[in-house]
């Protein structure tokens, strides 16, 4: 799986949007972008993931480079509650059953601010 | 329906001794995967396992193993322990199939060896 380079930290204030970048060059055709989070001591959670298009959910938005070799991940109205490690992965997406491993980085310490 | 379920939370052993952890995936899925997370690192894959088979292994020694059953749990094994084994121990599942599929993780199980 690609490499991905992230911050490792970042502050947000409260109710603005935060936007966590990943540079991942060395990305391929059939590789997507994963996001998960880590809120201390907790399993990660999935957020979102695409592989060319930009994406949107209840969580997050997901915008990737037309080179595909960065991205950001979006959360429009930062609460407190997402403070939190967040990963950006990049993986082949197997059809069927294919091994399926995620390959976490240090990932991006994001501290919301009051 | 319940996510993932890992048992038990919080564990301590002594060195030499073994563990067993386990893992109940979510309903439908017959992907389980391992993970071990050590203070301040992202999660290290160990296993994967999908349909009773292993389907993947990290950079671990043999002293680690695991095994997926019939109704698709799993557990993960660990010989002869050392202090350095100590970490929280995730556990995810997925539905392996298709392209994109997102994996979805339990609490963990903390594990101490003193």
């Known amino acids: 799986d690609a490499k991905t380079t992230q911050p490792p930290s970042m502050d947000c204030a409260e109710g603005r949007a935060a936007n966590l970048p990943c540079n991942h060059s060395?990305?391929?055709?059939?590789?997507?972008v994963y996001w998960y989070r880590q809120i201390h001591s907790q399993g990660p959670q999935y957020i979102i993931h695409?592989?060319?298009n930009n994406e949107t959910n209840e969580m997050a938005s997901l915008i990737i480079t037309e080179d595909r070799k960065s991205s950001t991940l979006i959360l429009p109205h930062a609460t407190l509650r997402d403070t939190a490690v967040y990963y950006c992965?990049?993986?082949?997406?197997?059809?069927?059953?294919?091994?399926?491993?995620?390959?976490f980085g240090k990932g991006t310490k994001l501290s919301v601010i009051p | 329906d319940a996510g993932v379920t890992q048992s038990p939370t919080h564990l301590i052993k002594t060195r030499g001794q073994h563990v067993t952890l386990r893992c109940s995936p979510i309903?439908?899925?017959?992907?389980v995967s391992w993970y071990q997370q050590v203070l301040g690192q992202g999660p290290q894959f160990i296993f994967q396992?999908?349909?009773?088979?292993?389907?993947g292994r990290g950079n671990f020694p043999d002293r680690f193993s695991a095994r997926q059953f019939p109704n698709y749990s799993s557990e993960l094994n660990v010989n002869a322990l050392l202090l350095g084994d100590s970490a929280l121990y995730l556990c995810?599942?997925?539905?392996?199939?298709?392209?994109?599929?997102?994996?979805?993780f339990g609490q963990g199980t903390r594990l101490t060896v003193v």
């Open positions: 995810a599942s997925s539905l392996a199939s298709g392209a994109g599929t997102e994996a979805f």
């Open positions: 060395t990305i391929s055709g059939n590789e997507y």
């Open positions: 695409g592989l060319k």
């Open positions: 992965i990049v993986r082949v997406a197997h059809s069927g059953a294919g091994s399926y491993q995620l390959t």
């Open positions: 309903s439908g899925h017959k992907s």
């Open positions: 396992y999908y349909e009773k088979e292993e389907r």
